[in-house]
Nanobody
Framework: QVQLVESGGGSVQTGGSLRLSCAVS????????MGWFRQAPGKEREPVAA???????RYSDSVKGRFTISQDNAKNTLYLQMNSLKPEDTGMYYC????????????????????WGQGTQVTVSS
């Protein structure tokens, strides 16, 4: 059974930084896609960043240059380093994985991810 557990959320002021972690277990596929998504109150969930087993990455335009997605295979952990945070980055952040995924990197933010974590809250105050 695939499980994802996020951590690292919190409250910061504008311009601050946070590092989210997502511990992933229960999958054996050598090919996969993993991503971070967020949902602000009253809004739909949106993609933030994604990475595949070939270490190709994609970012939404709103976070490009400020956020960095990475992974540590030895620890089976996905990370999201968030710098220069803005109030509009506030929301619940979810990690997700699609085991067996094999797509062109350009669509990493648009595919349907099969397994999701419970989320971690990020609040950025002005």
């Amino acid at each position: 059974q695939v499980q994802l557990v996020e951590s690292g959320g919190g409250s910061v002021q504008t311009g601050g930084s946070l590092r989210l972690s997502c511990a992933v277990s229960g999958y054996t596929d050598s090919n996969y896609c993993m991503g971070w998504f967020r949902q602000a109150p009253g809004k739909e969930r949106e993609p933030v960043a994604a990475i595949d087993s070939g270490l190709n990455t994609r970012y939404s335009d709103s976070v490009k240059g400020r956020f960095t997605i990475s992974q540590d295979n030895a620890k089976n952990t996905l990370y999201l380093q968030m710098n220069s945070l803005k109030p509009e980055d506030t929301g619940m952040y979810y990690c997700a994985i699609d085991p067996g995924c094999w797509v062109v990197p350009a669509v990493l933010l648009r595919i349907g991810y099969k397994h999701w974590g419970q989320g971690t809250q990020v609040t950025v105050s002005s």
